[in-house]
């Protein structure tokens, strides 16, 4: 599901305007939704505004990422770098210590991910400086946003509450941004594209929505780094919608990255 909403961010000719739909259409069924589930607890709130904040980061650097450089090069690398830092500030804030065989499956992931990154994109070209800075800035966003909600939905008690309070205080920001960037005319464009928004924003919430849950259950790393794999699907997507070229060193990437999903299994 989140490789399959970078996807559309990337295909659509405006990604601003793309992004913004996601969060809109995303926020609109997390308001929906809201009466059937709890409140999270008072404790959890500061982490959800904080969160917010930090998902919106996330959005509007990634926009620009895909603005620079390939879908096969930016995702990898934007998602990839993550895991890694999750898993060493957990380990020193959280006490979330990994067994060696575990610690070896999320480095053998995070690995992957950047050979996928750093090893060429269409045409196996070299990655463009501006993609890569903007990258490595949505990874950092990533890895505070993914620690911010780890704890915060141990806190709220709820996991589908924080997250759906997650995704209207982001819908929020993401508005406020759009005007103070584009005035109104930032949303002309969303009509027409209602449809790929619509696909994107139950993608990118349904998959959110998964991963959260899963941070209440199991250690914040670990589930940060599986739900790196998704790179696999980004890559095939990659493939065979947009035609970028797979080679040697992507399957060596995927075949480490398949490596550690089984590590991580059988541990």
């Known amino acids: 599901m989140h490789a399959g909403w970078n996807a559309v961010v990337k295909i659509g000719l405006d990604r601003f305007a793309s ?10 069924i997390a308001l929906v939704l809201l009466p059937w589930f709890a409140v999270p ?8 505004a904080a969160s917010a904040l930090l998902h919106s980061g996330y959005k ?5 990422a895909y603005a620079h450089g390939d879908l096969s090069q930016v995702y990898p690398l934007a998602r990839g770098a993550a895991p890694m830092a999750v898993a060493l500030v957990a380990a020193g804030t959280l006490g979330e210590a990994l067994s060696p065989v575990t610690a070896a499956a999320v ?7 950047m050979v996928m990154a750093f090893k060429g994109g269409a045409g196996r070209r070299a990655m463009p400086p501006r993609a890569f800075l903007y990258a490595i800035a949505t990874a950092a ?4 946003y993914t620690l911010v909600d780890g704890i915060g939905a141990r806190l709220a008690g709820t996991a589908s509450g924080f997250t759906l309070w997650l995704f209207v205080g982001d819908g929020l920001v993401m508005i406020a941004y759009a005007l103070s960037a584009r005035g109104t005319a930032a949303f002309a464009p969303l009509a027409s594209s209602w449809r790929s928004g619509l696909v994107a924003g139950v993608l990118s919430l349904g998959s959110y929505w998964i991963a959260i849950w899963a941070f209440t259950l199991a250690p914040i790393a670990l589930v940060a780094a599986l739900r790196e794999t998704s790179v696999l699907f980004a890559a095939a997507i990659a493939a065979v919608f947009l035609k970028e070229p797979v080679s040697r060193w992507r399957w060596l990437a995927i ?10 299994r059988l541990a």
């Open 19 to 28: 992004i913004l739909l996601l969060a809109l259409v995303q926020s609109g």
């Open 41 to 48: 607890a008072p404790a959890a709130w500061p982490w959800l």
């Open 60 to 64: 509007i650097f990634l926009i620009r």
């Open 107 to 113: 480095a053998a992931i995070g690995v992957g991910v």
């Open 141 to 144: 966003f990533t890895a505070a």
């Open 255 to 264: 075949g480490l990255v398949l490596a550690g999903i089984a590590a991580i």
